[in-house]
């Protein structure tokens, strides 16, 4: 098409006026802040897409090649051409990869809406070059200077005119031909070479250590010849006092005209670290997933009658946390995660009582009925979505203030998108294979480059430390990155230190996460996991395996890792419930049986059904875990399960039916043995008293030094009373070796379970959203529409009104009541068009295009073409009418 028939946008208004509706729901889809709230016109839009924050969050959703593209565009002309652009990115040289990266690049920039204008005349969004431009405040990420035109702004003409002599050109009579003459020189090839080469190496010297950046100098007043050659030419301009730089021409030169020391057009390969069967994988995945459910089980039972006192704060204290990472046998950071992930699943919460305490959730209970591999699903479901990350406990926040499990300041709201990402890239390999870590962070940081602070380029180091190196010869060195291997817990606890940034933070916790939870097993994701997140099921035709654990597979069987569409409710339905499928053959059988030995200790050989388990706990302390769980019988285990109202018939009983070997001899005569004395002693309320059938054992416990603190004393042959509580007095005689009971009032003995405590309905924490929801597809639609409908109605062509001056863009027409009515009931005569503003009930202004029908009754009745429909308006909300001109 010619130039006529689409004429070059001067705006970026003009520019997203030319784009058809896809490439607007595009735009709005990759940036949805620009939609919320919906714009009323383009105009609006790019206005809105040229703001700070905006370009800010725009950019930092860039991969590296596409920011590169950007930062090119910022040193370059403004407007700069395809063939200037493709210099900087590819060099003199024309490397192929990036010149056939280029445009792909630079069309995310355009859908992006940062890059506007056709291939001979790019700009760069105003706000996007303000962020990229190199300035001594802010010097550019390409660590190149200023132009010479820049760096010569506030020189004296005389000055110049003896640069421009010096390096060989004839004088001009200005100042500004003076600096075209210079620019021109440096930009010459041929030129500059020739220049260069008279050069004394010294000088080349200092050049060479300033052309990759920082391209700042610091001089004395008295320059070194060496300096003073470069200065006389104009290969150094002063900026300040005492400061030099290179000017970003003789920069373009020396580099052979990259802007970037190592442009990067290829994301870098994830590839195989090592490969394993994937039966085994998906097995050993399992193995942890079980272990992750009874980790869980384990945390909600030790919390079941009321778990640690909530902080003033908020959260866990550190000795809480301690104490229950005993319990669990875990390292501390290990047990945060998994104190993080039942709370994210809404399994345990605060109690909201008078003192406040960590309890399980009537939802904990609905849990534990369900099927163990929905259990699972229910838990790796809460991980992907949750923003609250346990890796930051133990850290500090911006306020110094320690961030403690389950306390606030935990969420980060990348969480979740680093999540799905990394599962995706390991989704991407071949089956059963396991990328390395560093690997995995070096995609992720091509995919969105390390940032500043505040959203901008990362800074260089300061002008004034620069200057000093290149002034006095020394090398410019690149800062060094310390690694240190650390183990799955170290992992977990990483804080905010070290050269690391907050996402491959977040990838590293992620890689330790998901093995701990079964999403992945020895580092490759699992079949379950690959459902999970929606990725592809994987194809499982035989194929030559690696013969070792650390042979790669040849790069050519890699699949894609592009990312995955986020996944409707219905879809993350289907995956979970695909996801639960391929768990549930993987998961052990719970057993219904366990193996009695003679050492009064019982093998469970797998799970136990859960009323054989809780018997069992209440029966025998555990003594160790893994594949096989150990109880061990002791007395104190034993009187535990007659206190909870068991007899010693009720456990023979018990034992003889779950045992697969017969009830050991030592076993039967431990149990016998508690229940023979057990309740011989009964203890009761007075403050507290202790009565017996046989006085002589309340002799021996009168002449017992140890009952000096019950301060007992005796009210009848067979009662002794006390001054301690029952509780107290139970404990004190237990201690003795006794085995007392305690008694109600009418002298029955108490029967002692352990009472569930539950906090009322709690909902499961609400992630924090990083930025505006994506927009689904009604939305955009319908937002692309009013849009559209917004611009026509701001861009009709209007006649020129006698009576109304002349409106500004964007402002609403303003004329009398009695001159809308006219004009309304005349354009129903002829059925003309009029653009009319228009405020709604709740005060919200817009511009509308209607064709009038009927005026009656303070009504005007039209057909909207900005809503594509018939409406009807109150005349005394229309703010004033305007015909619209002919063509």
Request: hydrophobic share 40%; charged share 20%; proline share 9%.
């Amino acid at each position: 098409m010619s130039t006529e028939d689409h004429p070059a946008p001067r705006s970026l208004a003009e520019a997203l006026r030319a784009r058809d509706d896809a490439s607007l729901a595009a735009l709005l889809r990759s940036r949805p802040d620009l939609i919320t709230p919906v714009p009323t016109d383009l105009t609006q839009l790019a206005t809105r897409a040229g703001t700070r924050a905006s370009v800010v969050r725009a950019l930092e959703r860039l991969d590296r090649f596409a920011l590169q593209t950007a930062e090119a565009l910022a040193v370059a002309g403004d407007p700069a051409s395809y063939d200037e652009l493709l210099g900087l990115m590819a060099g003199d040289a024309r490397d192929p990869e990036v010149s056939a990266a280029l445009p792909a690049a630079l069309a995310a920039l355009r859908e992006q809406a940062l890059v506007w204008g056709a291939d001979d005349r790019l700009r760069l969004v105003r706000t996007a070059r303000e962020l990229l431009a190199p300035s001594p405040q802010h010097p550019s990420p390409t660590g190149l200077g200023p132009s010479v035109r820049e760096a010569t702004a506030g020189m004296s003409p005389g000055r110049i005119q003896e640069i421009v002599a010096t390096a060989g050109l004839p004088s001009t009579h200005d100042s500004v031909s003076a600096v075209e003459a210079l620019t021109s020189l440096f930009t010459h090839r041929r030129r500059m070479k020739k220049l260069l080469s008279e050069a004394p190496a010294e000088s080349l010297d200092v050049l060479e250590r300033l052309v990759w950046g920082p391209p700042y100098g610091q001089v004395t007043h008295d320059p070194a010849p060496r300096l003073r050659w470069l200065l006389d030419r104009g290969l150094l301009l002063p900026t300040a006092p005492g400061t030099v730089v290179l000017p970003r021409e003789v920069a373009l030169h020396l580099r052979a005209g990259r802007a970037h020391r190592t442009p990067e057009p290829l994301p870098p390969a994830v590839e195989p670290a090592a490969t394993h069967p994937p039966q085994v994988v998906d097995a050993t995945a399992a193995g942890q997933a079980y272990t992750a459910l009874a980790t869980v089980e384990e945390l909600l039972k030790e919390w079941d009658e009321g778990g640690p006192a909530v902080l003033r704060a908020g959260g866990l204290s550190v000795r809480d946390l301690k104490r229950t990472a005993v319990a669990l046998d875990l390292p501390e950071p290990v047990a945060a995660f998994w104190v993080e992930l039942a709370y994210a699943a809404g399994l345990i919460a605060s109690d909201g009582e008078a003192d406040e305490r960590y309890a399980p959730t009537p939802a904990y209970d609905e849990w534990l009925e369900r099927p163990a591999a929905e259990r699972w699903v229910q838990l790796a479901e809460a991980w992907l979505a949750a923003t609250r990350t346990s890796g930051v406990v133990g850290g500090r926040d911006a306020k110094e203030r320690a961030l403690s499990a389950l306390g606030p300041g935990l969420d980060r709201s990348a969480a979740p998108e680093v999540r799905h990402r990394v599962l995706a890239l390991l989704a991407g390999l071949p089956e059963g294979a396991a990328p390395d870590a560093e690997a995995v962070l070096a995609r992720l940081r091509w995919e969105r480059p390390l940032r500043g602070p505040q959203g901008t380029p990362t800074a260089q180091s300061t002008p004034g430390t620069q200057g000093t190196q290149a002034a006095h010869g020394a090398q410019n060195t690149p800062g060094t990155t310390q690694t240190t291997q650390t183990t799955q817990a170290s992992q977990l606890s990483q804080a905010s230190q070290g050269a690391d940034d907050l996402r491959s933070r977040l990838a590293r916790w992620t890689l330790t996460e998901a093995e701990l939870l079964g999403v992945t097993g020895r580092g490759a994701l699992s079949a379950q996991g690959r459902a999970l997140i929606g990725a592809p099921a994987a194809d499982r035709r035989p194929r030559k395996e690696p013969e070792g654990p650390g042979d790669k597979l040849p790069v050519h069987h890699h699949r894609t890792s592009a990312p995955l569409a986020p996944l409707s409710p219905p879809e993350q339905a289907a995956a979970a419930a695909a996801a639960a499928r391929l768990l549930a053959p993987l998961l052990p059988e719970p057993l219904d049986h366990v193996l009695l030995q003679a050492d009064l200790t019982a093998v469970a050989p797998g799970p136990l059904r859960r009323p054989l388990a809780e018997v069992l706990d209440v029966l025998a302390d555990v003594e160790s875990k893994g594949g096989a769980t150990v109880y061990r019988f002791t007395p104190a285990s034993v009187r535990r399960a007659l206190d909870a109202g068991r007899s010693a018939s009720d456990l023979h009983a018990f034992l003889a039916e779950h045992s697969r070997t017969p009830v050991p001899q030592p076993l039967a005569y431990l149990i016998d043995d508690v229940a023979r004395r057990h309740g011989h002693l009964r203890v009761g309320a007075a403050s507290s008293y202790v009565r017996c059938d046989d006085d002589t054992v309340l002799n021996e416990i009168l002449a017992d030094k140890r009952a000096g603190a019950l301060r007992l004393r005796r009210l009848a042959p067979t009662v002794l009373a006390a001054q301690a509580d029952p509780g107290t007095l139970l404990e004190g005689l237990r201690a003795m070796g006794y085995a007392p009971a305690a008694e109600s009032a009418e002298g029955d003995v108490l029967i002692t379970r352990a009472h569930a405590h539950r906090t009322p309905p709690r909902t499961a924490p609400e992630p924090v959203p990083d930025g505006p929801p994506v927009p689904d597809a009604t939305l955009l639609t319908a937002a692309v529409r009013a849009i559209r409908a917004g611009d026509l109605a701001s861009t009709a062509p209007r006649k020129p009104s006698q009576s109304a001056a002349p409106l500004a863009p964007g402002e609403l027409p303003r004329t009398s009541s009695a001159e809308t009515l006219a004009t309304m009931q005349a354009a129903v005569l002829t059925g003309e068009a009029l653009w009319i503003g228009y405020v709604n009930a709740e005060g919200a202004a817009s511009q509308r295009v209607v064709a009038p029908v009927r005026v009656e009754g303070g009504f005007v009745t039209a057909y909207d073409h900005t809503a594509d429909e018939v409406r009807t308006y109150p005349l005394h909300r229309i703010t004033g009418v305007a015909e619209l001109a002919d063509d």
